[in-house]
Nanobody, 127 residues
Framework: QVQLVESGGGLVQAGDSLRLSCVASGRTFSSYAMGWFRQAPGKERESVAAISRAGLNTYSADSVKGRSTISRDNAKNTVYLQMHSLKPEDTAVYYC????????????????????WGQGTQVTVSS
């Protein structure tokens, strides 16, 4: 069992930067691939970015490519999502998720493949 707790959300202005953090419980964090997803009101949950277990491979959605960086610190059981040049359309609840098996370019965006989810943190970008 893995528990995930996100933090770092808030109200920001367009063009600002934000770093989200997700801390995992347990001693097996490094055995999980991690992903960030977001869900805006009335929309489906969508993938934002993902990172492999050792952090060697990262993936990001086209909507945030060039504006976001996902990273992890396995010693701290933490995965980060750094976002800059935020836009109002980035407004959503952001979730981190853990996946037991590996990820690749063909599956990192599949929410159903992730095993554990956090409660989410709200990010609101004002124009």
């Amino acid at each position: 069992q893995v528990q995930l707790v996100e933090s770092g959300g808030g109200l920001v202005q367009a063009g600002d930067s934000l770093r989200l953090s997700c801390v995992a419980s347990g001693r097996t964090f490094s055995s999980y691939a991690m992903g960030w997803f977001r869900q805006a009101p009335g929309k489906e949950r969508e993938s934002v970015a993902a990172i492999s277990r050792a952090g060697l491979n990262t993936y990001s959605a086209d909507s945030v490519k060039g504006r976001s960086t996902i990273s992890r610190d396995n010693a701290k059981n933490t995965v980060y999502l750094q976002m800059h040049s935020l836009k109002p359309e980035d407004t959503a609840v952001y979730y981190c998720a853990a996946k037991r098996s590996g990820i690749n370019s063909g599956n990192y965006y599949n929410a159903a493949a992730y095993d554990y989810w956090g409660q989410g943190t709200q990010v609101t970008v004002s124009s």
